[in-house]
């Protein structure tokens, strides 16, 4: 059996993310792949359990810990999901994956690159995704479309209540990023119209069935 592929999806909050896995699934599912979708930080009890301690809003914590259990969770992650179900011929989708943390915990919170490469190879040594989609939006358009998504005020998370130039530092750093590893990351211009922005991921996906 041959392994699956491991696909990341990437953007700041409001880059429309979800939307696209449950699109990418199904059609990834018409043509005959076993999926497993997951997102970071979470996936398995116990990163789901710090997801709940990393997303809320009331804990404050140093961003090195924030770091630290990102890259925890994601260790639990790779162990308990990911990897057996890519030995297994599955294809795992996940919302986010090591990106997240260069552009959140490095661009976002000033954390040096060297630290997050050291953690990086700590944790996942040289497994990297078959294939990154960055959605790219501005930070005014993300914060749009979390404001419109009308689940009240209540469930704004630690990440989603930080200022504007906050995610113009993440997207900056995504950016850099996917023109660092432009063989991997591809960059989806997210304000474009579902149509133009579906038609585009079926060509990519089809590179590496
Ligand atoms: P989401 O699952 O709703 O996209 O939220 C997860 C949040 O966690 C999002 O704001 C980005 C943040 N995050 C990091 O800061 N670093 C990481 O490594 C990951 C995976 C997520």
């Not at 961003?63 to 259990?69: D, G, I, Q, R, S």
């Not at 996917?178 to 060509?203: G, M, T, V, W």
Request: with cysteine; charged share 30%.
């Amino acid at each position: 059996m041959s392994p699956g592929k491991f696909i990341t999806l990437e953007g700041i909050d409001g880059a429309g993310k979800s939307t696209h896995l449950l699109w990418l699934e199904n059609l990834l599912e018409g043509m005959g792949k076993s999926i497993v979708a997951t997102h970071e930080p979470g996936g398995t009890l116990l990163g789901e359990r710090l997801r709940s301690i990393l997303l809320d809003s009331r804990q404050t914590m140093h961003p090195e810990t924030e770091a630290l259990l990102m890259f925890a969770a994601r260790r639990e992650h790779l162990d308990k999901l990911i990897l057996p179900a890519l030995t297994k011929g599955e294809w795992v989708i996940s919302d986010r994956f090591t990106d997240a943390s260069f552009a959140y915990q490095g661009g976002g919170r000033g954390l040096s690159e060297d630290k997050l490469d050291g953690l990086e190879h700590w944790v996942q040594g040289e497994f990297q995704p078959d294939l990154t989609f960055y959605f790219d939006v501005t930070s005014e358009l993300g914060r749009k479309r979390l404001n419109n998504r009308g689940d009240g005020v209540e469930s704004v998370d630690r990440f989603e209540k930080e200022e504007g130039e906050f995610f113009d530092r993440v997207r900056k750093s995504y950016l850099k990023r996917a023109r660092k590893f432009s063989h991997r990351i591809h960059i989806i211009d997210s304000s474009q119209s579902l149509e133009s922005i579906r038609l585009k991921l079926k060509d990519i996906i089809l590179t590496i069935c």
